[in-house]
């Protein structure tokens, strides 16, 4: 099996939601390549956020079916539990509590030299300081992925992978890039990049690697245009999980059952927060992608999403077995509905890159994941805006 072209996929984050959606439309690509080719063959992967796992996954080989199928039977280690990732930072508490005693002194002293000019409001902003650096530390999730390449015989090393892989984080004292997997930070371990680069601020404390911290590598700017065609790269297929609902374009039919709030500020500020950043985010990839087609004219790229109606990926919930399967199927839909709709325009656009696609196998397999998924949670529910309905192939095509 050989392919001329130099082919990249890039997965950005979308915290653990956004994974499972990926993994959902990997296995989706994987039942539309011909000829052999699969989601394990792209020469290059560049993972950002919590798309750093899947696409260490990839580039180690490990088949999206294979790790969708673990999902849809609870069996690890690619069954990741959330106590694997969300892990109370105990430690910053610790020093939480023991810096609110050293500033307790000095900031009463200081509002009652100002306290005709100080409000609350004020005392706790200068009081921020003994606030802890976030809720969850990714220690545990990085020994966890670090236990998990060992025991499935994959590489923790950038330099023991096939094909190469690219993970961005952010440095917090420069608010620079750094690409782990190329350079002096090539040596690092695949786990901890990972982590550093999943670091999402607030949510989780910033991860420390020989003595730099780290934070998401999705703030601020999008690498994965730029950076695969900088490495030689033709063509780039990215699997972006990250949009942010519009309730216009989806109605409000879920509003009169009184089930749920009707308005996305009813649903407190964490909501309000997501949803202004991925409104963020949305804004940042159209303009880096604009920037793309000026910048390498010669070069293509093809992008699967969700559509904007799709809740299921917006509600923030524990992450229950019924969840995990709709978050596969919503990725497995999305990719499947691209291909039905524009199958013409694919197939030619992957010809041209050396890959071929099959409509006739894809529709076999499509329907047998279908089965399974439905199998498996027969109540599966297809997300309307703020209620779900029964799915079936026909609601996902």
């Known amino acids: 099996m050989s392919y001329s072209f130099k082919l990249a996929l890039a997965l950005p984050g979308g915290g653990f939601t956004g994974y499972l959606f990926e993994i959902g439309a990997l296995a989706a690509l ?15 992967y560049i993972g950002v956020s919590a798309g750093a796992a899947a696409a260490s996954l990839m580039a180690n080989r490990v088949r999206p079916g294979e ?18 990732i969300f892990v109370p930072a ?16 000095p900031l009463l002293r200081l509002y009652y030299r100002n306290r005709h000019e ?3 409001i004020d005392l706790l ?11 969850y530390t990714l220690e545990p999730f990085r020994r966890y992925l670090e236990a998990t390449f060992k025991a499935q015989g994959l590489s923790n090393s950038f330099d023991g992978l096939r094909g190469e892989l690219y993970i961005p984080a952010v440095d917090l004292e420069t608010g620079l890039y750094v690409i782990f997997g190329e350079g002096e930070m090539r040596k690092v371990a695949i786990s901890q990049a990972i982590t550093a680069s999943s670091a999402a601020p607030v949510y989780f404390c910033p991860v420390r690697v020989d003595g730099r911290d780290y934070i998401d590598g999705g703030i601020a700017r999008v690498p994965f245009f730029d950076l695969p065609f900088q490495k030689g790269a033709e063509f780039l297929v990215i699997v972006n999980p990250s949009f942010h609902l519009n309730l216009d374009s989806a109605g409000r039919t879920g509003a009169s059952s009184g089930a749920l709030p009707e308005r996305l500020r009813d649903k407190g500020f964490l909501t309000i ?14 303009q880096a992608l604009q920037t793309f087609r000026a910048d390498f004219p010669d070069k293509e790229v093809f992008v699967i999403s969700p559509q904007p109606t799709e809740t299921c990926l917006s509600e923030r919930s524990f992450l229950s077995f019924r969840d995990r399967v709709h978050l596969l199927h919503c990725g497995y839909r999305s990719a499947a509905t691209v291909v039905r709709e524009q199958f013409g325009r694919l197939r030619n656009l992957f010809a041209r890159h050396g890959v071929a696609l099959s409509l006739a196998r894809f529709e076999e397999r499509a329907r047998n994941r279908i089965e399974l998924f439905t199998a498996t949670a027969p109540l599966l529910c297809v997300s309307t805006p703020w209620g ?6 026909s609601s996902a095509t």
């Open 388 to 393: 779900r309905r029964r799915a079936g192939w």
């Open 118 to 120: 100080m409000t609350l």
């Open 67 to 84: 790790i969708l199928e673990a999902n849809l039977t609870g069996q690890r280690p690619y069954y990741f539990e959330r106590r694997d």
């Open 125 to 135: 902003d200068q009081a921020q300081d003994a606030l802890p650096s976030g809720l």
């Open 90 to 105: 105990m430690g910053e508490g610790l020093k939480t509590v023991l810096r609110a005693v050293q500033q307790t002194l």
């Open 273 to 286: 927060a997501e949803q202004a950043s991925r409104i963020n985010f949305a804004a940042r990839f159209a």
């Open 30 to 44: 994987d039942d539309l390549f011909d000829n052999g080719f699969t989601c394990n063959d792209f020469d290059l």
